[in-house]
């Protein structure tokens, strides 16, 4: 018997499709909101999300709505819309939120516009709610396929955490309770920033020593920031730091890291963005990185090289030279 019967997902991308189809395997009913109804009438119609999550048979007891206000019966929420439509798709869901009602936050990424983090977003938009963070090294395809995923589940009251980790993991879906949110937001929001740089390193054959390399220097910005606002350090050397780093890093299947593969071989942003409809959080996360790292004074050289390449301020080639020509430094600094 769970407190969770009923879970809402908002968002029926990728991601969101296989949460839904994790939760319902863990014995849930789910009712997953799509911002697009041809989405919403292939999930209903097919039972699979022809769009967003191909060749994946989705449950009996996942339905797809369109409207706000079916998701009212809702025991929890997960919010997985991407990090720049959060705000507005919170907004709507606001009237039909009852008090007290745990929303998991599952997008990866920082709003440009406040440099706000998913948690500020929700803070302001249904500040009634309970929030938690989802985050791990999880591709949705694998998650939906029942390959094992482990994930953190960051909530700050852990009664509430645990419940939320018994109604929807099950032992290929592995969720791990941390109560410090903002690390676990970090984490996510920056490995992606870290996987263009690291497809750029791919795609540029710079070898796998220059990869490993902009791992580790990478983790190091990440924790920095993390620490800076608040988090703590061993949340970012678990599974939504350093383990989806590596996850994110490594593998040309990430958005993310196709995306920097893309540029380092010479493709403009604009080709490679115009050619997906899915979403890379990284490039829309990358200023808010960098802006917030400067608001904190904390130094993150790898990520604003990142920046400066997606902004066109710089070209991937003077952007390397410019950073193996920093001075050398100790390693802990
Ligand atoms: N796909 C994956 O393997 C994983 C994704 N995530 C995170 O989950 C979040 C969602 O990503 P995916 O499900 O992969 O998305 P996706 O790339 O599969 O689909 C794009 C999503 O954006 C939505 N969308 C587009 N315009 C919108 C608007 N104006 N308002 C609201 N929604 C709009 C679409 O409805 C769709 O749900 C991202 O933050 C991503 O970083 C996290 C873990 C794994
Ligand atoms: O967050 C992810 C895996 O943990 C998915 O990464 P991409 O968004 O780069 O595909």
Known sequence: MTDFQTIGVIGAGAWGTALAQTAAKAGR????????QDVADVINNKHENTIFLPDVVLEPSIAAVTAMADLDVCD??????????LRGTLEKFAPFARRGLPIILCAKGIEQSSL??????????????IPAVL????F???TAQGLPTAVTLACKDEAIGTALIEALGTPRFRPYLATDLIGAEIGGAVKNVLAIGCGIVEGRGLGKSAHAALIARGFAEMTRLALALGARRETLAGLCGLGDLVLTCSSPQSRNMSCGLALGRGVHLDDILGSRRSVTEGVASAPAVVALAKRHGVEMPICEAVDDILAGRTSVEDAIEALLAR???????
């Open 140 to 142: 949705a395809i694998d």
């Open 135 to 138: 985050s791990g090294p999880s």
């Open 327 to 333: 001075p050398f430094t100790l390693e802990s600094a």
């Open 76 to 85: 929890a929420v997960l919010a997985v819309a991407p990090a720049q439509h």
């Open 29 to 36: 009913d789910v009712l997953i909101w799509s911002f697009e």
């Open 116 to 129: 706000s983090m998913m948690t500020q977003v929700l803070g302001e938009t249904i500040p009634s709610a």
